[in-house]
């Protein structure tokens, strides 16, 4: 075999078990018994240092030096490309540090949890300062002298810079805030009133997701706190959660998951357990989990053909007509929580969160002052205060996790998803026609044609590039918004 051959089938094993990692993370959200946690953290610690060991193993550099990239196709170029790239940043974060953050995440992962539901961040800030210490260290391992928060962008969206999404965040700011306003000081659509069974709501999250191409002879559909999705190939988990006076919450989480499935069980099938078997970044991930959400799911004409099926599942829903049931699911209401924030608001919420651990990354803000920062912006940009913790920096896992650099990719998917929807539009004039009767596959084809079955093969911002036909820029999901939203609000 050649250097080539032995890289691949070494990468493949390494793959493998970085499948069996992230199973172990999605059973800790869904069936671990609430008392295995500390043991978790030892289980997750021990296969984190054998993965590291794996990735920094000199064999990897050795064939990576013999390897003749000249005689490679794109594809195998591509996969030398990945090799060499995580390759060398895992060689820059010593042993002892990979599992150190790997069982302490584990451990803050849970006292993340007791804190929120005791709504009380003191209790978390100990074990958070632990997690922002570790990451640090580990940024500026990465960094080699460089910016610490680039380097973690890294992990999730290859080749984009802090300053590149303070700019274009900084463009999508004052425009969101302005039609937040208009919108707030309209008539509000009436919403959704009576309780909905449960049983009734999962039933229809799953007739969702099939009507969104999720395949469930490879995935399957659980409960947990906060909705995720796990795996790639053929076996991609879900998850989604249910309220009983908010079955939107249900239905639109489940449609969000399957976004963010369907990319991974539509990739290549010859790229399975390789380095282009996976999104290629987290900004793409959620460019797919949002058009399948939003620009699709949210649509006039997707939410007519919902509307029949709420009232043949629940009966009367509080709404009345086609119309009303859009304005319902629309409706711009204040709230604290991003993952049910609207879509005019979403960003708003994120772009905090972008601000707020890019600064303690680069050291400007202190845990001891986390809160205080968190209530203070978000006074400043929603116009009224937090109530409590669990409503405000207790509200996500990511941080207990040690995922910094994470947040910000949530508003570049929106971005990707709104240059998507463009062209989507255009390659598909008559969508609409097929929406209204639920029928969402011409839409998902064209993005899996043009997005999805790529993988990892081009870097993220040239696969947005490739398939909308643009740079990718804020300005389409802005126009997209205001068209919107203007409609609805009659502003």
Request: aromatic share 10%.
């Amino acid at each position: 075999m050649s250097a080539f051959d032995d890289l691949m089938a070494y990468e493949h094993d390494t793959q493998a078990l970085s499948q069996i990692a992230g199973r172990l993370g999605w059973d800790q959200e869904t069936m671990m018994p609430r008392g295995a946690a500390a043991q978790r953290g030892e289980e997750m610690a021990a296969m984190e240092s054998v993965l590291h060991a794996r990735r920094t193993s000199p064999r990897v550099g050795d064939w990576l030096a013999k390897v003749d990239a000249d005689s490679l196709d794109a594809v195998g170029q591509a996969h030398l490309r990945e090799i060499r790239r995580s390759y060398e940043r895992a060689s820059k974060i010593p042993a002892d540090l990979a599992k150190a953050l790997a069982r302490v995440t584990s451990t803050a992962q849970g006292k993340w949890a007791e804190a929120r539901a005791d709504d009380d961040f003191a209790t978390f800030a100990p074990v958070l300062s632990e997690v922002v210490s570790l990451k640090r260290e580990e940024g500026a391992a990465l960094a080699g002298g460089g910016d610490i928060y680039d380097a973690m962008l890294e992990d999730y969206e290859p080749g984009t810079t802090g300053a590149e999404l303070e700019a274009m965040f900084g463009a999508m700011r004052p425009e969101l805030v302005e039609l937040r306003a208009a919108i707030l000081d309209r008539p509000k659509p009436a919403g959704l009133s009576g309780e909905f069974a449960e049983d009734i709501q999962l039933a229809l999250s799953q007739k969702l997701a099939l009507a969104f191409g999720y395949d469930t002879d490879h995935g399957r559909i659980d409960k947990a706190v906060h909705p995720f999705s796990s795996g790639s190939g053929q076996d991609v988990r879900i998850t989604t959660r249910t309220n009983p006076t908010d079955p939107f919450n249900c239905f639109y989480s489940t449609i969000h998951e399957v976004g963010h499935a369907c990319y991974e069980q539509n990739i290549d099938a010859a790229f399975l357990l390789t380095p282009l078997g996976q999104g290629v970044s987290m900004g793409v991930h959620e460019s797919q989990s949002r058009i399948y959400e939003n620009q699709l799911g949210r649509g006039r004409a997707f939410t007519g053909w919902l509307y029949g099926q709420m009232r043949d599942a629940f009966g009367d829903i509080g709404v009345t007509g086609e119309d009303a049931f859009y304005a319902a699911v629309n409706r711009v209401s204040d709230g604290y929580i991003r993952t049910e924030a609207d879509e005019v608001q979403y960003n708003l919420h994120v772009l905090l969160r972008f601000d707020l651990e890019r600064a303690l990354m680069e050291g400007d803000l202190a845990i001891g002052d986390l809160e205080a920062a968190w209530n203070d912006r978000f006074e400043a940009d929603f116009g009224y205060a937090v109530d409590k913790a669990s409503n405000g920096v207790l509200q996500d896992v990511h941080w207990s996790v040690g995922l910094f650099g994470y947040f910000p990719t949530y508003s570049l998917g929106n971005v990707y998803a709104g240059c998507l929807n463009a062209a989507l539009r255009a390659a598909l004039p008559d969508l609409d026609a097929d929406l209204a009767r639920g029928d969402t596959s011409a839409a998902t084809a064209w993005l899996r044609e043009n997005v999805q079955r790529h993988g990892g093969l081009y870097a993220p911002r040239e696969l947005i590039a490739k398939a909308s036909g643009m740079e990718p820029s804020e300005t389409p999901l802005l126009a997209y918004l205001r068209k919107k939203f203007s409609g609805i609000y009659s502003l």
